[in-house]
């Protein structure tokens, strides 16, 4: 048994097939979470995971929506609350990026990064706000990054997006904290996933150098953090930023 106690709990996890995402939510379920498994793309990992928790004794479904859509995500949202009654926990960890330098980013660059990383967040935020206004209870987690505390050159998009979901997280924090709902934002440092298997090897070398703990991360230890977050013993913690960054931030 974990030592996060999350029975019953309903938990909606974007991009929830792949890297990190799945990690959470493969975590949440571990502690009893139902975990629904927002895909884009994919399907098949997504129902992958969702078929790995159930085997394991889990609840789990994978829900197929493009987060970056308003009125998609309100369908999906909809859904869910039909189906499930309501949402516990939200992680918004969908997210793309799109690097080059701004002299050579294009305006659909910028814009793909943004609704997906941050219009995205704020969709689902909005589409669940009633649901969790009703429960006076819950907690969202925000996925970031380093990248939006630090800033980083061709990132522009992706930093800003980051950066902007931290405006967010704590203005909504703010907005939700007297209805006993904590709002907060992880952000992960360099972590083993697609995303950085992507990266040049002189890139990720260059990162490597600057982690304190001359390592890159793996993705259960954001999902360890994600959990600490979701559950009952960080009642009173909202509106932070926690990396999880090998120290890179200090
Ligand atoms: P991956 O590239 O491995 O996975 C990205 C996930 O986001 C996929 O599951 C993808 O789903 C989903 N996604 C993308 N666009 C959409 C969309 N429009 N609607 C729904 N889902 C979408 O990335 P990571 O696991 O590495 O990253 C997860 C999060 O962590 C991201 O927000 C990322 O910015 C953040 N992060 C990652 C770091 C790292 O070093 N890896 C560092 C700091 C932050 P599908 O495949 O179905 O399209």
């Known amino acids: 048994m974990s030592e996060y106690d999350l029975k019953d709990k309903v938990a909606l996890v974007t991009g ?7 990690q959470i939510a493969i975590s949440l379920a571990r502690c009893g979470a139902k975990v629904i498994i927002n895909y884009r793309g994919s399907r098949s990992e997504a129902e992958q995971v969702a078929k790995e928790i159930v085997s394991g004794g889990g609840a789990a479904e994978a829900v197929q929506c493009d987060v970056s859509d308003y009125s998609r ?26 690097d080059d330098l701004v002299i050579k980013m294009n305006e659909d660059e910028f814009d793909k990064v943004i609704e997906t990383n941050l219009k995205g967040t704020f969709n689902t935020i909005r589409h669940l706000y ?25 990132q522009a998009n992706y930093a800003a997006s980051k950066a902007g979901i931290i ?4 203005s909504v924090a703010r907005e939700l904290a007297g209805r006993n709902i904590c709002v907060n934002a992880v952000a992960p440092g360099f972590i083993e996933t697609d995303m950085t298997s992507a990266l040049p090897g002189q890139t990720l070398e ?6 304190p703990k001359e390592r890159l991360g ?16 960080s009642d009173y913690i909202t509106g932070q930023v926690i990396c ?3 120290g890179m931030c200090m």
């Open 16 to 22: 929830g097939a792949r890297g990190i995402g799945k």
């Open 73 to 98: 995500t309100e369908a999906m949202v909809a859904g869910i609350l039909e189906k499930y009654g309501r949402v516990d926990i939200l992680v918004n960890n969908a997210g793309v990026t799109r």
């Open 130 to 154: 009633r649901n969790f206004m009703k429960l006076r209870a819950g907690k969202i987690i925000n996925i970031s990054s380093v990248s939006g505390i630090l800033g980083n050159a061709g």
């Open 167 to 170: 405006g967010l997280t704590k």
């Open 206 to 211: 260059k990162a490597r150098q600057m982690i």
């Open 218 to 233: 793996r993705p259960e230890e954001v999902a360890e953090t994600v959990l600490f977050l979701a559950s009952e013993k």
């Open 244 to 246: 999880v960054d090998g």
